[in-house]
């Protein structure tokens, strides 16, 4: 019963912060006006928009099944990626303030001076995040299910509702001021969880009763190239994911950029560190015949620790945590979608749609997107992790070769942009049905993306250079 009722006071302190929070125009709506002036809130939202209810579960869960090698790929490409995330960031700011840019195909237009190539991307955007929103949904309901006891439809209405009016009411000021909350229970859970496993098992002489085979880096239930393919495509998206880029956006300078560059690494080293080891530490401190079961469905195991690891009522604590995860993930996402179709492709085939009548499209085309991916969650066959690691890796994959090129190589051009583009999603969609499984066809996509982008820039460099040097000016 805490449970339930935490839940509902929860709910209704964002629904009241949503309110507080709103704005009445498309820029405010989608950008906060770029006033946000606080380096912890962006950086610790930005950690909470990262990570979902489908790391807390699959991400925690999915050491029982790949071992220590998950653990240390996962931690070493989210901490360097985050570093690396925030050691650009001040030039992703820049450029965006630059070009008044208030989405990333935007962006990625006005620099490249391409409206095809950023009808493209959003297009690529709106069909891959749809798919990237199931497995969160599929989080939530899981959690819902093992924590206050409903069925899974229920855990998936329940999820539906919160995510819809937190989303339609608040925007990206909601979305990142909740989220900095929503950071911190995240953190919470995180380490108090950790902690919890860590203390059942003895301390560090839970190491002694861990199996050879799951510490084992060599990987002999799950191959090491498979799961390092899986956690470099999943941390990638730190760099590059537009749901992430747009809180750059948000910030009032590069000083808030810069500081918020210490928060951001910080919060995620930790998250990452305590979520992805509970699945091997599980080993050390619960019975083979209890782990059993989960072996098959890793997406299962944090909620059964919660229960059983930690005092009564203090699993509230983490029912909160990984609702926090999934709603500030859910709702950042659906905004970039819904911006992305409504802003990008709505005003590329009419120019002069007005702002309110956009914003208007923004809310209710959200609405659809997050009702259809909760019910495409009804049935998902897949664990959690691989779902996350191809549809997140294609989007961050498709957007990292033309972000990182336009920021650093004056030479990118019109069709470099467009050509890269579907080069990288191409490429991902024909290896991941008939490559090698070894190899995750992000690396592929990144490779593909970049000898594209460089060739066809350098093929049509001259009169393209022209025209993105005249846009640069202008803007």
């Known amino acids: 019963m805490l449970n339930q009722i935490l839940l509902v006071v929860y709910v209704a302190l964002i629904v009241l912060l949503s309110i507080k929070l709103r704005q009445g125009t498309f820029s405010g709506f989608v950008l906060s006006d770029r006033n946000i002036a606080f380096p912890a809130v962006i950086g610790i939202a930005y950690t909470a928009a990262y990570f979902s209810a489908a790391s807390f579960l699959g991400g925690g869960g999915y050491g029982l099944v790949a071992g220590l090698p998950w653990v240390v790929y996962a931690a070493f490409f989210h901490v360097g990626f985050a570093c690396l995330a925030w050691l650009i960031a001040p030039r992703i700011w820049a450029m965006a303030k630059e070009y008044d840019a208030k989405t990333v195909p935007q962006l990625l237009e006005r620099r490249h001076n391409s409206p095809t190539g950023k009808v493209i991307l959003a297009a690529i955007m709106l069909i891959l995040y749809a798919v990237y929103l199931v497995p969160i949904f599929k989080g939530c309901a899981t959690l819902f299910q093992g924590l206050i006891g409903v069925t899974y439809i229920d855990g998936l209405i329940i999820a539906m509702i919160i995510v819809a009016v937190y989303y339609a009411i608040g925007g990206l000021p909601a979305i990142i001021w909740i989220g900095f909350i929503q950071g911190v229970l995240m953190l919470g859970g995180a380490v108090l969880l950790y902690g919890s496993l860590l203390n059942a098992g003895g301390g560090m002489e839970i190491w002694n009763n861990i199996p050879a085979a799951i510490t084992n880096m060599s990987g002999e239930m799950v191959p090491w190239q498979k799961t390092l393919g899986m956690a470099f495509s999943i941390s990638l998206g730190l760099l590059a994911l537009p749901d992430l880029l747009i809180m750059i956006f948000s910030a009032k300078d590069t000083r808030v950029v810069r500081f918020a560059g210490i928060y951001g690494p910080i919060s995620i080293a930790i998250y990452a560190f305590c979520i992805f080891s509970l699945g091997i530490l599980a080993y050390g401190a619960i ?26 009522g203090f699993d509230a604590l983490i029912l909160l945590a990984a609702i926090s995860a999934a709603m500030s993930t859910i709702s950042a996402i659906v905004l ?30 959200g609405l659809a997107i997050i009702a259809a991916a909760a019910i495409l969650a009804v049935n998902v066959p897949e664990q959690i992790v691989p779902l996350v690691s191809v549809s997140m890796g294609v989007i961050a994959c498709c957007v990292f070769v033309p972000l990182i090129f336009g920021l650093y190589w004056d030479r990118g051009t019109s069709a470099g942009f467009v050509v890269s583009l579907l080069a990288s999603f191409g490429s991902v969609v024909v290896w991941q049905f008939f490559g090698n499984p070894l190899i995750h066809p992000v690396f592929i996509g990144l490779i593909c993306g970049t000898i594209a982008y460089v060739g066809g820039s350098l093929a049509t460099g001259r009169s393209a250079d022209h025209s993105a040097g005249e846009m640069r000016k202008a803007a």
């Open 336 to 365: 970039v979608t819904t911006t992305s179709l409504t802003s990008d492709i709505l005003r590329y085939l009419r120019p002069t749609v007005s702002d309110n009548k956009v914003l208007l499209m923004t809310r209710a085309v």
């Open 287 to 312: 019975s083979p015949e209890a782990l059993q079961p989960f072996i098959k469905n890793p997406d299962g195991l944090v909620p059964y620790l919660a229960k059983t690891m930690l005092p009564p």
